[in-house]
């Protein structure tokens, strides 16, 4: 696989390959996501059109995203040999995915007895109109040759748990065709049309030299948008050029918003435009009823499901290069509040306990089996489900960032000081008063670090809770003196007596006298053994480590970090040398057996002078969808497929960490950490509805705004920058 500037390339035709480059060569609009694959590939190959928030049930499996019919299948024939890269003869092969504009292509040479006939092929899934699929497909060949073009609407679609849709019309309407279908557990109707420019039912004949070229434009429409959606799509302009001219307009305003530019290390600078581009490939752009699966659009894997990386690696992405965006990510959580105190309820409790695994309902996917044991093939029980209480806390957490970025309180008028309320009830609820220590606890939960369930004050979780408490109170406050409306009904209708008190005595683990915080209580008297250790005791490969008798459960070893996270997080709150006595206690304890982990480990490495692990860990971050080197299994459970977490993750260690940006309620500060390779880094920051224009050059740092800045307060190494 070549790097070439905004490209990945792929020069010859692997087998062993097609999985991974599905998810090396995804392209997406939000709307729905396609596996790079190739034309020819059907359901074997994992083809998958993912559309973003619809979801079925088959049966008594698992729900899942639904993987749409495949708009872009094309079979093409020569001399009636079908021109197959897994099964025909290949001259030459070259797959590429232009990063700049979300655009596909392949180029094949094919040797046919005596004959070279080229396939190439462009396609898109439009930015501009979401529910366009387009694609470009030519063919030629040295010498006379005749072809014949098979393509349709191909419905024998990938799918994990089973089908997901019957067909309910197939038809042509003109110059249109037609498939119509309709999900099975809710009937949620689906609709797709296709046009081809030319006719393809026939045997073509093409002379030496001469090349045949077809576009096809499928419309994809469901639920509420298939109103009229025939109608519609006949109304599109269907030529390629314009639509392609569209989609790049598109693209070019993201990028103007969201790039940045690293000037002196190349491997690093396209590592973090691949990243960012899968970050804007995947946010839903023009609705605020579904998240961001953990996969992205890539195919159904954890269900299609959002989880917290949503609001803790993914959400500072957006709020800074786009703060609608944002919004609609913090919408659908308060749009999902009804199915987070349904969740509460099932558990016995008041208030909100959010999806650890959320769909469109935001009711919990999460099963409370969700591994398989490789030894006994049972169902094993985890505490996924019922002990991630962190949840709730991240979704104020996403609320409150989003408030503090943009400077845009509305959302708390539009649910989301309930919102921040019923998930604080929900912990109060939750909560363990202990009368002899006069505090209050979080017991029985799961941390990041999965591998230990249901411990006893978990030092995030006891810190996510703290910092939800204090955005409530903010919130409130806020309220009170812009929003007295507001503010009056809220009480009218909501108990606070019990605010002020949980906030003064939830207990938040502190450092011990080597300045180190213990993850958990108890977590310091576990067996102490190193990862190469307890690799040594594994007896098959990818033995889950966590549950109750995983290889983990009673050792230090950790799935992520954890603590780290914690101090990533609120760094602000800890000195230099907590940091690094919990940086160095903990990295070699952490298998980083999450893609989530690494990013916090370079963040924090750069505030503690660790300028080769802060590297280290952003490159690991960056180029995980690149090198595809990361977990495939859980015990026997396929989780491959993209990871917008680790995308977000790389942007986060860039601008946090390389970058050096924090931020207060009414400060920005940017205190720059650049890599020795890093010459410069420019990048563009919206803050409280300014965009900013940043350039570190080496010490020296120059901004520029796009309007009057007099309401907004940035510093340079905490000192006050003079616009």
Known sequence: MEKLGWKIKENEFLKSDVEQNGSRYLIGNGYMGYRGTLEEFGKEQLVALNMAGLFDRNGDKWRESVNAPNPFFVKAFANDTELNVLTANIDSHEQVLDISYGLHSRNTVFCVNDTKVSIKAERFLSMANENLAVIKYSVSADKDTEIKINTYLDSDVWSINGDHFEVTEQTKQDDISVLKLMTLENKIPLSLYEYINQDVENPIKIKAGETFAFVKVSGVYWGEGILNSLDTFKQVNKDYDALLKEHKSKWNEIWYNSDIEVEGDNEAQFALRYSIYHLNSIVPRNTYKCGIPARGLSGQVYKGASFW??????????????????????????????GAMRKAKEFDFDGAFYAWESQETGDDACSLFNVTDIFTKRPMRTHFKDSQIHISADVVYGLWQYCTVSGDYSLLEEGG?????????????????????????????????????????NAFTN?????????????????????????????????????????????????????????????????????????????????????????????????????????????????KSVKKANWEFYEPYTEHGSSLSACAYGIVATEIGMADWAYKYFMKTATVDLTGDTKQYVGDLYIGGTHPAANGGSWNTAVFGFGGVSYTNEVLDITPNLPESWKSMKFKLLWKDVRLDIAINGDDVKITADKPTDNIKVTVNKKEYKF
């Open 463 to 575: 810190k996510m809770v703290k910092y939800a408490v204090d955005a409530l109170v903010s919130a409130l406050d806020y309220a009170k003196n812009n929003m007295p409306q507001l503010y009056e009904e809220f009480l009218l209708k909501n108990d606070i007596s019990w605010v002020d008190e949980f906030a003064q005595k939830l207990y938040i683990p502190q450092p011990n006298e080597n300045e180190v915080i213990e993850q958990f209580d108890g977590y310091f008297k576990l067996e102490d053994i190193g990862l190469p250790e307890i690799r040594s005791r594994e007896l098959i490969p990818h033995e889950y480590w966590g549950g109750g008798n995983g290889l983990a459960t009673t050792t230090r070893i950790i799935k992520q970090a954890d603590v780290v996270m914690m101090l990533n997080i609120f760094r602000s709150e800890y000195s």
């Open 309 to 338: 990386d949503t609001e803790m690696f993914m959400m500072p992405f957006f709020s800074f290069t786009d703060a609608s965006l944002c919004k609609n990510l913090v919408k659908y959580r308060i749009n999902t509040l009804a």
């Open 417 to 457: 000081l309930d919102m921040m309320y019923q998930c604080l009830f929900f912990f109060y609820d939750y909560a363990v008063y202990k009368p002899l220590k006069n505090r209050y606890e979080l017991h029985s939960v799961v941390g990041p670090d999965e591998y230990h369930e249901r411990v006893n004050n």
